[in-house]
């Protein structure tokens, strides 16, 4: 069963710009990963500092395997250094719609 990782991030004032590049950089590598599916960096309007991440994967246990990594703890660390706070929660995917389907 297919997943999505939430991360909410806050990221450090005047922040938003590099944290924006970065994310983009990583977000590239990551979804080399056989079992990652899409990503998506979204933005709070009403707060710019706080970013929404998801990140869809094939399945928990992929995730799990990925988000223990040497390699995910190198990728990530650009983002780590520019971030005040990160929370994560992991969803089952239980039904996709996509426009023009259904």
């Known amino acids: ?3 999505r990782a939430t991360l909410t991030i806050t990221v450090k004032d005047g922040a938003e710009t590099a944290f924006e590049g970065a994310w983009r950089q990583i977000a590239l590598r990551i979804g080399e990963q056989p079992d990652s599916l899409r990503q998506t960096l979204a933005r709070d ?4 500092r706080t970013f929404i991440i998801t990140s869809d994967w094939s399945s928990r246990e992929a995730f799990g395997h990925f988000e223990r990594s040497p390699e995910q703890d190198d990728l990530t660390a650009p983002l780590r250094e520019l971030r ?3 929370r994560m929660t992991v969803h089952n995917i239980v039904e996709h719609i996509d426009r023009g389907t259904g």
């Open 45 to 48: 309007p009403e707060s710019p």
């Open 1 to 3: 069963m297919a997943i």
């Open 84 to 86: 005040e706070s990160a």
